[in-house]
T-cell receptor, first 113, second 116 residues
Framework: DQQVKQNSPSLSVQEGRISILNCDYT??????FLWYKKYPAEGPTFLIS?????DKNEDGRFTVFLNKSAKHLSLHIVPSQPGDSAVYFC????????????FGTGTQLKVEL | NAGVTQTPKFQVLKTGQSMTLQCAQD?????MYWYRQDPGMGLRLIYY???????DKGEVPNGYNVSRLNKREFSLRLESAAPSQTSVYFC???????????????FGNGTRLTVT
């Protein structure tokens, strides 16, 4: 049972436009969410996170939105740059779960010139 | 800054062979993890060690064993490799409960394992 779902395996966006990556979760115990970015032949690197007490967190070009009632979060990248081309993983955790993260299947973002 | 170092980077095994994947971190982190990544499956937790001297099973522990050798090192052993264990393996480390204080998982660059 996939508790964290990223239903779009890939996304293509033009440079300078907004990229929106989506993530849905089913476990209502999840209360902390993260986005990781992964380049080929490298490990994932942390991008941005959000606690369930917030509905938005911003860091430069990256903003994560959380809709708890819909069990949905999204990552917005504005403006998109070619260097943003990577696989993006959504991850979630629950209080009491330590640092154990449940990951989604990833979305391949391609930013075209 | 080495961070999390995994060896080897690539490995090919025959069914039934054994091997140990090595992982070391130099960030003085308490917690360490082993994940595997398969196409269409995301990253799945195999085993983790919340602190030196403790290990616990994750989501997919069957066919694997781990050793937390000291605070720095956490190894993953395949005693009898199977084709289903063909995957990319990632080691990660973190402060205990670190992500709640902006210290999330730090990953190594992975070991690509093929079992024929």
């Amino acid at each position: 049972d996939q508790q964290v779902k990223q239903n779009s395996p890939s996304l293509s966006v033009q440079e300078g436009r907004i990229s929106i990556l989506n993530c849905d979760y089913t476990n209502s115990m999840f209360d902390y969410f993260l986005w990781y970015k992964k380049y080929p032949a490298e490990g994932p690197t942390f991008l941005i996170s959000i606690s369930s007490i917030k509905d938005k967190n911003e860091d430069g070009r990256f903003t994560v939105f959380l809709n708890k009632s819909a069990k949905h979060l999204s990552l917005h990248i504005v403006p998109s740059q070619p260097g943003d081309s990577a696989v993006y993983f959504c991850a979630a955790s629950a209080t009491g779960g330590g640092n154990k993260l449940t990951f989604g299947t990833g979305t391949q973002l391609k930013v075209e010139l | 800054n080495a961070g999390v170092t995994q060896t080897p980077k690539f490995q090919v095994l025959k069914t039934g062979q054994s091997m140990t994947l090595q992982c070391a971190q130099d960030m003085n982190h308490n917690s360490m993890y082993w994940y595997r990544q398969d196409p269409g499956m995301g990253l799945r937790l195999i085993y983790y060690s919340a602190s030196e001297g403790t290990t616990d099973k994750g989501e997919v522990p069957n066919g694997y064993n781990v050793s937390r050798l000291n605070k720095r090192e956490f190894s993953l052993r395949l005693e009898s490799a199977a084709p289903s264990q063909t995957s990319v393996y990632f080691c990660a480390s973190s402060e205990e409960d670190g992500f709640r204080y902006n210290s999330p998982l730090h990953f190594g660059n992975g070991t690509r394992l093929t079992v024929t």
